[in-house]
């Protein structure tokens, strides 16, 4: 059995998804940050920089969303990252893109708004981030016009971690302009049954790209 510490709606959703994907057994510990259920102390053991998600399995914690996705699709076999060959290195491309371009660029807004103190700055900083994003989801957007889903032809988990991340762009500056082609994979990544209940157990609204 799997424990997943998350955050309603933050990155820990893609591993909830997947989780339910797979049909595995799991439970969900609500680690939610807006109410600081991140600084605890049982979770700050777990994981010292108080980020979400963090998986346990027999006691042993693993963090990195996206060592906890590669290792759960891997070890189940999961067709959402395929096993070898050229198929697997654009479907890890796409889960890569997602981890570490994508997120960081929403974290950098995020961290920013947090931080930054002077009006002015803060709304130039806020634009530059928020320009930035913007030019990611037009790059997955030229992408998407050549090829069905991230990786190719057919559904791998970085449409999922995509999705997933789409729906943090209510909150900026600017809103976000998706193109048709990332909105036409957002609505059937969304559509999934394993999907539709994540975000009813989390009590999250998909507010973007329908
Ligand atoms: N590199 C980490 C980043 C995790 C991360 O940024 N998690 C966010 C939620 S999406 C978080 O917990 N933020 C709270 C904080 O940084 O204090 C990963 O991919 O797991």
Redo the contacts with the bound molecule.
């Keep these: 059995m799997y424990h997943l510490y998350y955050?309603a709606g933050?990155?820990s959703m893609a591993i909830h998804i997947v989780l339910r994907e797979m049909g595995l057994d799991f439970d969900l510990i609500d680690t939610s940050?807006s109410a600081g259920k991140?600084r605890s102390a049982e979770f700050l053991a777990l994981n010292p920089?108080?980020?979400?998600?963090v998986l346990v399995e027999d006691g042993q914690p693993i963090?990195?969303?996206?060592a906890i996705l590669v290792y759960l699709l891997d070890k189940h076999q999961s067709a959402l990252l395929p096993r070898e060959g050229f198929a697997r290195a654009q479907a890890l491309q796409a889960l890569m893109w997602g981890?570490a371009t994508m997120?960081p660029a929403y974290?950098r807004y995020f961290w920013l708004s947090r931080n930054v103190q002077d009006e002015a700055q803060r709304q130039a900083l806020l634009t530059a981030a928020a320009n930035n994003i913007q030019s990611l989801w037009d790059d997955a957007d030229q992408q998407l016009a050549k090829t069905a889903f991230l990786a190719g032809d057919t559904l791998t988990m970085g449409d999922i971690l995509m999705a997933v991340i789409a729906n943090w762009s209510t909150s900026l500056i600017q809103p976000i302009q998706f193109g048709e082609h990332v909105k036409r994979v957002i609505r059937q990544v969304i559509s999934r049954p394993a999907y539709q209940k994540a975000l009813s157990v989390e009590s999250v609204e998909y507010k973007v790209a329908a």
Excluded: A, I, K, T
Aim: with cysteine.
């Design positions: 955050s933050s990155c940050l991140n920089r108080g980020q979400v998600p963090r990195e969303g996206g981890n997120h974290s």
